[in-house]
T-cell receptor, first 115, second 114 residues
Framework: DTGVSQNPRHKITKRGQNVTFRCDPI?????LYWYRQTLGQGPEFLTY????????KSRLLSDRFSAERPKGSFSTLEIQRTEQGDSAMYLC?????????????FGEGSRLTVL | AQSVTQPDIHITVSEGASLELRCNYS??????LFWYVQSPGQGLQLLLK??????LVQGIKGFEAEFKRSQSSFNLRKPSVHWSDAAEYFC????????????FGAGTRLFVKA
């Protein structure tokens, strides 16, 4: 079990550029989640996948954000035309989707800084 | 609206002293409840969870939490804090909507002094 892996760990970009983050979940987990965490706040739910299907998206996920999980394994989160307000830690988590456990396994996050 | 409140932004305790971190939730039904810990540079790790049954739940690292329905609370406790417990602690609820959406509180940062 290698855990949830996220890349890159840090990204500094200029306003207006596009960025993409990748998440590799624990291999047998069928659910994958994206959260955003800003300084002094808890993680905020962005979206989640069951296998390759994106089942729910938060209102926080503007049109500039898109997430995919093409084969039900890894996922990407793309932010187009970045804004300074997008600066945050983007967290990926995965789970078995077993209602009895409910535990999320988190990666270490990808920190985005928009200049 | 559903919410999770952690009233203490930060808490400082002496090593060896007891600890209680507060958490209140606002939700129509009893949600699934969790406590996660986040150490610097690391991902969030589950400490314990409550789904149903015994309202006092035991977790890892010597932590426990008690669910009190009448107070809509799920406070985290530890009888004797170690320096390695310094971290940020998040209370979370799964709204049990079928969408498996977990909502987090703003967190409480724990400082441990020698």
């Amino acid at each position: 079990d290698t855990g949830v892996s996220q890349n890159p760990r840090h990204k500094i970009t200029k306003r207006g550029q596009n960025v993409t983050f990748r998440c590799d979940p624990i291999s047998e987990h069928n659910r994958l989640y994206w959260y955003r965490q800003t300084l002094g706040q808890g993680p905020e739910f962005l979206t989640y996948f069951q296998n390759e299907a994106q089942l729910e998206k938060s209102r926080l996920l503007s049109d500039r954000f898109s997430a995919e999980r093409p084969k039900g394994s890894f996922s990407t989160l793309e932010i187009q035309r970045t804004e300074q307000g997008d600066s945050a830690m983007y967290l990926c988590a995965s789970s078995l989707g077993d209602r009895k456990t409910g535990e999320l396994f988190f990666g270490e996050g990808s920190r985005l800084t928009v200049l | 609206a559903q919410s999770v409140t952690q009233p203490d932004i930060h808490i400082t305790v002496s090593e060896g002293a007891s600890l209680e971190l507060r958490c209140n939730y606002s939700y129509g039904a009893t949600p699934y409840l969790f406590w996660y810990v986040q150490s610097p540079g690391q991902g969030l790790q589950l400490l314990l969870k409550y789904f149903s049954g015994d309202t006092l739940v035991q977790g890892i690292k010597g932590f426990e939490a008690e669910f009190k329905r009448s107070q809509s609370s799920f406070n985290l406790r530890k009888p004797s804090v170690h320096w390695s417990d310094a971290a940020e602690y998040f209370c979370a609820v799964d709204l049990n909507t079928g969408g498996f959406k977990t909502i987090f509180g703003a967190g409480t940062r724990l400082f441990v002094k020698a």
